[in-house]
């Protein structure tokens, strides 16, 4: 059974940093690209960034470029976003995705989630 687990949220000014972590367990996800969405109140699930777990490629939101980092950990199945300068408007619940195959910003199209981890950011 797949299991996604997101770890690292919390409260942070603005400004500050935060680095979630999503544990990955139950197959190989060496096909698998990782994502990371969040969702805020009232708001649909949006697409925050991307990693190929096989190569490392990335590809960030334009809302977050330049602040939000994926990586990953092969040998511990753990793929990383280190979130610096945080911003109000990026208080979410931040989940984490697997998708076969290629990477996608399309929430549907993902196949596995994780139960999300909340990010509060205070002005």
């Known amino acids: 059974q797949v299991q996604l687990v997101e770890s690292g949220g919390g409260l942070v000014q603005a400004g500050g940093s935060l680095r979630l972590s999503c544990a990955a367990s139950?197959?190989?996800?060496?096909?698998?690209?990782m994502g990371w969405f969040r969702q805020a109140p009232g708001k649909e699930r949006e697409f925050v960034g991307v990693?190929?777990?096989?190569?490392?490629?990335?590809y960030y939101a334009d809302s977050v470029k330049g602040r939000f980092t994926i990586s990953r950990d092969g040998a511990k199945n753990t793929v990383y976003l280190q979130m610096n300068s945080l911003k109000p408007e990026d208080t979410a619940v931040y989940y984490c995705?697997?998708?076969?195959?290629?990477?996608?910003?399309?929430?549907?199209?993902?196949?596995?989630w994780g139960q999300g981890t909340q990010v509060t950011v205070s002005s």
């Open positions: 139950g197959r190989t996800f060496n096909n698998y690209a």
């Open positions: 990693i190929s777990w096989s190569g490392g490629g990335t």
């Open positions: 995705s697997a998708r076969r195959g290629g990477s996608s910003t399309t929430p549907r199209l993902q196949d596995y």
